[in-house]
């Protein structure tokens, strides 16, 4: 791994947010062909990059019984638990509407209305990701979505990992489909014969599942770009070489694309972390992709001082951060971007990965400025609501007669006005 000065140049871009061109040029052509030639399309892009040619994309429930069957015990133990931590997380997420009320009876309101029917993208490809249909599912769920719908790409034997059916079985999921890449994302947006369209789509998935997201935005909603995999680590003289290494690897494992930064205070840990990475690498049964992202997204850098590591984590903005140094707790009140913060030596990413509640679609590429996790307002929409009685009307018309006036809007200022006293008047309105 490389081994450099902290400078300002520090950056997690990496041409996630445009593609190179080809990608994108593959991404918009998928996403036409879906759009104009339905469950052919899909079924032709599947036989193309998942190796197999579908004749049906619905799973069908002997497929999820059959799937959930052939599970260990303890593992659909293991997953339920994790359903449990995360429930309770996202549990305290639940929103309120609210109500405001003014003088003479009149009231606003905010009104929580959770979405219809949300697609989630479950990536597939390389791994199979269990947690995703938990991370995704579960937050839908407690915000109360009618429709849930699960796409996931099948292998080459045409079906879905065990793991991810069971998972989807254990949440009560039924409508699910085996298609992966753009060209799930083309279906979920526009609907094909098999698969109505959805109001919006989250969960994470590689560069093109990413761009294709991006591109069917404003046709339906997205959660964000959740792409390629990151870790960035903070860690001080008191942290292991070798906890520090495995930490990185666990994301640079993800895709080739992933990428994994240390910011240390301590030059020998820098040089220990350094040989670590590549002791453990060698043992590992994903070497070659693990081995890509290292190459080509991975750095240690040093800085003179914990407040230049934690200023250049903040212009970052990476979407996991650990913090490894003397009194963790307090540097993390200093991190304003970050997609998930893990604090101390027992705090491993992958404990967020996959059990302890927090949820693991996280904003990547920088987005962490701007951008939160995955979470129960996600999948909510809030409706204002107003209502004046004739008072407040008559108290506030003149007001906002003159604001539409000053705007030249005359035809705003006559609707206020034309409310009479001699048209009668309404009873009170409720929410
Ligand atoms: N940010 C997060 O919250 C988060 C969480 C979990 C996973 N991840 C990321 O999800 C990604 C999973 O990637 P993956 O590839 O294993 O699975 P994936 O499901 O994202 O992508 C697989 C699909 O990509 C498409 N594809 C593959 N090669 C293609 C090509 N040359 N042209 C067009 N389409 C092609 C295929 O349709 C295939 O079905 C990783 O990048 C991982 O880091 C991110
Ligand atoms: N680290 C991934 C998010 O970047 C999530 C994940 C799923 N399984 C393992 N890890
Ligand atoms: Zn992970």
């Known amino acids: 791994m490389k081994i450099q000065d902290l400078t300002n140049n520090i950056s ?51 497929e999820v019984s059959e799937a959930v069957s052939s599970m260990d015990a303890q593992l659909v133990e293991d997953l339920k638990e994790a359903a449990l931590n995360i429930r309770a997380y996202h549990d305290k997420q639940k929103r309120q509407g609210y109500r405001l009320n003014l003088e003479n009876d009149s009231w606003l309101g905010q009104r929580i209305t959770a979405l219809e029917a949300v697609g989630l993208y479950v990536p597939g490809g390389s791994a199979a990701y269990p947690s995703s249909v938990l991370m995704n599912v579960i937050p839908a769920q407690v915000a109360g979505v009618e429709r849930i719908v699960l796409v996931s790409p099948p292998g080459k034997d045409g079906k879905l990992p065990a793991a991810v059916l069971t998972a989807a079985s254990i949440l009560g999921i039924t409508e699910i489909y085996k298609m992966g890449g753009a060209q799930a994302i083309g279906a979920l947006a526009y609907g094909t014969e098999s698969i109505q369209a959805v109001d919006k789509i989250t969960g994470p998935g590689n560069i093109f599942v990413a761009l294709a997201k991006r591109e069917v935005f404003g046709e339906v909603a997205i959660d ?82 914990l407040a230049e590591a934690v200023q250049a984590i903040n212009q970052l903005a990476p979407e996991h951060l ?50 939160s996790g995955l979470n129960v307002d996600d999948f909510i929409k809030k409706t204002s609501v107003v209502y004046y009685t004739k008072e407040t009307w008559a108290q506030n018309s003149p007001k906002i007669a003159r604001l539409a006036r000053l705007e030249g809007l005359e035809a705003h200022a006559r609707a206020v006005e034309s409310r009479g006293w001699e048209k009668g008047d309404e009873s009170s309105g409720s929410n």
Request: with cysteine; hydrophobic share 40%; net charge negative.
């Open 12 to 62: 997690l871009r990496r041409p996630l947010e445009s593609g190179n061109e080809e990608q994108l040029q593959t991404v918009r052509e998928v996403l036409a062909n879906v759009r104009q030639n339905g469950d052919v399309a899909v079924k032709r892009y599947g036989a193309k990059w998942d190796g197999v040619f579908l004749k049906e994309l619905r799973v069908s429930p002997e």
């Open 322 to 371: 650990e913090i490894v140094t003397d009194n963790a707790e307090a540097v993390a009140g200093q991190i304003r971007n970050a997609g998930a913060i893990f604090i101390g030596r027992y705090s491993s990413e992958p404990v967020g990965d996959y059990f302890a509640g927090t949820n693991h679609v996280l904003p990547t590429n920088s987005t962490a400025r701007f951008a």
């Open 224 to 305: 964000m770009i959740a792409g390629p995999s990151e870790i960035a680590i903070i860690a001080d003289e008191t942290a292991y070489a070798d906890e520090i290494a495995a930490d990185l690897l666990s994301q640079a494992e993800h895709d080739p694309m992933a990428c994994a930064i240390l910011v240390t205070t301590s030059e020998r840990l820098a040089e220990e972390v350094a040989e670590e990475v590549e002791n453990q690498l060698t043992l590992l049964p994903r070497e070659a992709i693990a081995r890509k992202a290292i190459e080509n997204f991975g750095s240690i850098y040093i800085a003179e001082t």
